[in-house]
């Protein structure tokens, strides 16, 4: 009996494992290098606001729209994935990337819009996606949480693609490269990756989502263009910044390759504006929609 014991104590404390920390997505990474300029212009308290001409091809013909980009930096909760009202020990400086695409169908509208949020303080995959496509037929939503893994929630109203959700290992996604690239362009690595696609461009075309390979690379001519190329899905991506300092998007080109057609959506910058803007929801502040000819 005393044997047993013995033997049922070793097996028992064996089988114990200490707890593990729970690894967290803004914790691990190399530092980046923010000069003293990148924080002048990103911390001030203000959002970059730029709208952009946009002609955009749906169901096999070309649509004429607007776009726009938000970017602003701001403290996020990592564990709760949500923007903080104040910044304390539980919080990382992220920014943010709000874009939208509008355009008409015939009859009936398309609003598109997207959320990326990346952390500024360290090289790591993105927090953080959220995109919704909505026109009179119905709406679909994604949602991507950087926690362990990336963890996918999907809803739709297509049969098939109702609703999921699902975990999946982190890794590079085409949503922050935008950012990366605002950051600074001429650290993005050139190659072969396995990238996320834009996850709007997944929900409008009804591809699995998931990692696809791609080739990034990057040119200099009048602009920095970075180019990414999905063999396997027909898209190619061509995104063109001023060679300076912030790095402003002037344009951008979304090419989709068929068996029947090569159709090539483009964005032209309209105009720029740095401003507080969520404090501009007065009537007072409509002649801003003006000067950014929306």
């Given at each position: 009996?005393?044997?047993?014991?013995?033997?049922?104590?070793v097996?028992?404390?064996?089988?114990?494992?200490?707890?593990?920390?729970?690894?967290?997505?803004?914790?691990?990474?190399?530092?980046?290098?923010?000069?003293?300029?990148?924080?002048?212009?990103?911390?001030?308290?203000?959002?970059?606001?730029?709208?952009?001409?946009?002609?955009?091809?749906?169901y096999?013909?070309?649509?004429?729209?607007?776009?726009?980009?938000?970017?602003?930096?701001?403290?996020?909760l990592?564990?709760?994935q949500?923007?903080?009202?104040?910044k304390?020990?539980?919080?990382?400086?992220?920014?943010?990337?709000?874009?939208?695409?509008?355009?008409?169908?015939?009859?009936?509208?398309?609003?598109?819009?997207?959320?990326?949020?990346?952390?500024?303080?360290?090289?790591?995959?993105?927090?953080?996606?959220?995109s919704s496509?909505?026109?009179?037929?119905?709406?679909?939503?994604?949602?991507?949480?950087?926690?362990?893994?990336?963890?996918l929630?999907?809803?739709?109203?297509?049969?098939?693609e109702?609703?999921?959700s699902?975990?999946?290992?982190?890794?590079?996604?085409?949503?922050?490269?935008?950012?990366?690239?605002?950051?600074?362009?001429?650290?993005?690595?050139?190659?072969?990756?396995?990238?996320?696609p834009?996850?709007?461009?997944?929900?409008?075309?009804?591809?699995?989502?998931?990692?696809?390979?791609?080739?990034?690379?990057?040119?200099?001519?009048?602009?920095?263009?970075?180019?990414?190329?999905?063999?396997?899905?027909?898209?190619i991506?061509?995104i063109?910044q001023?060679?300076?300092?912030?790095?402003?998007?002037?344009k951008?080109?979304?090419?989709?390759?068929?068996?029947?057609?090569?159709?090539?959506?483009?964005?032209?910058k309209?105009?720029?504006?740095k401003?507080?803007?969520?404090?501009?929801?007065?009537?007072?502040y409509l002649?801003?929609?003006?000067s950014?000819?929306?």
């Open positions: 009996m005393k044997y047993i014991l013995i033997l049922l104590f097996v028992t404390y064996s089988c114990k494992t200490e707890p593990q920390p729970e690894s967290k997505p803004h914790a691990d990474g190399e530092l980046r290098n923010l000069s003293e300029t990148f924080k002048s212009y990103w911390y001030d308290g203000k959002a970059e606001l730029t709208s952009y001409e946009l002609e955009f091809y749906r096999g013909e070309k649509r004429n729209g607007k776009a726009m980009m938000i970017f602003v930096t701001e403290d996020f990592p564990e709760t949500v923007k903080a009202n104040s304390s020990n539980q919080t990382v400086s992220v920014m943010k990337l709000n874009s939208t695409k509008k355009f008409n169908t015939g009859i009936y509208p398309y609003s598109v819009m997207q959320s990326t949020f990346l952390p500024l303080e360290k090289e790591t995959p993105v927090l953080k996606i959220t496509v909505q026109e009179w037929c119905g709406q679909s939503y994604a949602q991507l949480n950087h926690k362990k893994d990336f963890e929630e999907t809803h739709s109203y297509f049969e098939g109702a609703d999921s699902f975990r999946i290992k982190p890794t590079l996604s085409e949503n922050q490269l935008w950012i990366q690239l605002r950051i600074n362009p001429k650290q993005i690595k050139p190659g072969k990756h396995k990238l996320f834009d996850f709007s461009f997944l929900q409008l075309n009804h591809k699995e989502i998931k990692a696809y390979e791609a080739l990034i690379d990057q040119t200099e001519a009048k602009y920095i263009q970075t180019t990414i190329n999905y063999d396997n899905l027909g898209r991506l061509k063109y001023e060679k300076t300092f912030p790095f402003a998007i002037e951008w080109e979304e090419i989709e390759i068929n068996k029947a057609d090569t159709l090539i959506s483009t964005a032209k309209i105009k720029t504006l401003t507080k803007y969520w404090q501009q929801n007065s009537n007072k002649h801003l929609r003006d950014l000819s929306l």
